[in-house]
């Protein structure tokens, strides 16, 4: 019975992971940019919920609304300053230009906030299935990465500016051949990765404490999770993040907690060597 507790709150863990993971992967899958800003996302969202909820009082999860807006206009604004002209440059001016912006971001955050770790003092309770007791905030956080997840799908397959994603994702050159506005759309595309990082670090926000530091750790795991999956496939970072979660959860059953990341990565290199293209296939 304690195996299955901890099973299901990995797995609970894993579906955050999974979002987290979703931005990464959205953005490679469509620009061929590994986005080495994404950790600063994830923290400002984490920072914006807690001032939110300690000097407005607002509710945490009405706050990650707002910073899942803040996240669209801040990866607009990343792309079109850093990412617009070096978009056709060789990958690693890209990874240049995300890691400067990581790194003028987390001077930024150090000078507003130091590196004193904080947390949203903030509970739901607990919820009872059966002989499991879980934490409402985990509950309620990835019943809310679900739908965060399920929206971005809806929006990529059941409207205009999805389609013109999936084209420009698909092929560039031919979709700007037919009217398609590439530049906006790329920087469509980079924003609403961002913006489900930033949902992502507002839930993670309410049930573990963090530092201006902390988004490096999930950005490492969104590494993890879209090599489990397959680079550029949304879907299988959403099963790579389950997998991840489940991992966390069962493996300190049997053996420290430290030893956690030494099984991730392990798992991360034998995937890389064994199937590159991940679980469920990376996009072609």
Known sequence: ?????????????????????IGMSLIWGVMKVINLSHNVLIVYSMFGVYLLFNTLEMNPYLAILLMAIVGLLMGILIYTVALHRVIDAPQLSTLLATFSVSMIMTGVATALWTNSPRNV?????SISLGPITLPGTRVVAALVAVLAAAGLFLFLYRTRPGRYIRAVANNRMAAEMVGVPSNQILALSFGLGAMVAAISGGLIATFFPFNVLSGMNYQLKS???CVLGGL????????????????????P?????????????????VIIIFRPSGLLGAKQ
């Open 1 to 21: 019975m304690e195996f299955l507790s901890f099973l299901v709150d990995g797995l609970l863990m894993g579906f955050v992971y999974g979002v987290a993971a």
């Open 121 to 125: 003092d903030f509970s739901l309770g």
């Open 223 to 225: 590494f993890v999770v």
């Open 232 to 251: 550029g496939n949304p879907f299988g970072a959403l099963v790579g993040g389950l997998i991840l979660g489940a991992l966390e959860g069962v493996i």
């Open 253 to 269: 059953i049997f053996i420290e907690t430290s030893w956690v990341p030494v099984f991730e990565f392990g798992l991360f290199v």
